[in-house]
């Protein structure tokens, strides 16, 4: 049993409960016991968690602390929300992303900036190795993707821009014809989804990223005989 749920206590007890919770915000309480139970099983990839009400209620918790706690697992992609359906653990390497994501949740707050900074040297890498590899049938893919993106950049469609810029480098990593660097940069991407979903709301970024797809389209691509 978490040490946060509630049950009858004595003052000594109560006293060292609160100590706790003073320590450690109680929505990373939570946090942490929905990891563990992810990892343990009781909840498995694919799967829908109990509703808010039954959460709440076994955990002893109010629901705006586990909301607070559900939403930082979606923001680093462990769990996501499907509308009127319920929120679910995310497909996809779970037992990596657990590992990865139990450092930002420790508090370590330089935890986000090392990702985003290890997105960009990977995502580098892999543009490096698909213009050695692209096929002309990769660019015209590629090139195919870049027109979609340019018709939500003319409609403000910044939903559907996110989805095409994480297609586009996706293809991108397949492209580079490396298992390790396609593996890896669909876990990171996975886990700054959310980030990167909200970034794509701020004014002019689909814009500056729009052009910024289109130079790396440009790619020569490999000759083919």
């Known amino acids: 049993m978490p ?3 509630r049950r009858q206590t ?3 007890e109560g006293a060292t409960i609160l100590e706790n919770l003073v320590r450690k915000n109680l929505s990373d309480e ?3 016991y929905i990891i563990d139970k992810i990892k343990d099983g009781t909840f498995n990839v694919g799967e829908k968690l109990p509703s808010e009400t039954e959460l709440s209620k076994m955990l002893g918790v109010s629901r705006g602390s586990l909301r607070e706690a559900i939403k930082k697992l979606c923001f680093i992609g462990l769990l996501e929300i499907r509308r009127g359906d319920g929120t679910f653990v995310r497909e996809g390497s779970i037992r990596e992303i657990v590992d990865c994501v139990e450092a930002i949740l420790r508090k370590d707050t330089n935890s ?4 985003l900074v ?3 040297y990977i995502e580098r890498g892999i543009v490096v190795l698909a213009t050695e590899n692209a096929t002309s049938g990769d660019l015209v893919k590629l090139k195919s993707n870049i027109l979609e993106m340019g018709l939500c950049v003319q409609n403000n469609d910044n ?3 996110s989805h095409l810029d994480e297609l586009f480098h996706f ?3 397949e492209m580079a014809g490396n298992n390790i ?8 991407r996975g886990m700054l989804q959310n980030q990167q979903q909200y970034i794509n709301t701020l004014p002019g970024i689909i814009k500056t990223s729009y052009t910024y797809h289109q130079r790396i389209s440009k790619m020569p691509g490999k000759k083919e005989s």
């Open 3 to 5: 040490k946060y749920i």
């Open 30 to 32: 939570i946090s942490d």
């Open 181 to 188: 660097l396609q593996k890896v940069m669909e876990m990171i």
């Open 10 to 12: 004595s003052k000594e």
């Open 112 to 115: 986000l900036k090392d990702f």
């Open 171 to 173: 293809k991108l990593a």
């Open 159 to 161: 939903s559907t821009f």
């Open 118 to 120: 290890a997105r960009i």
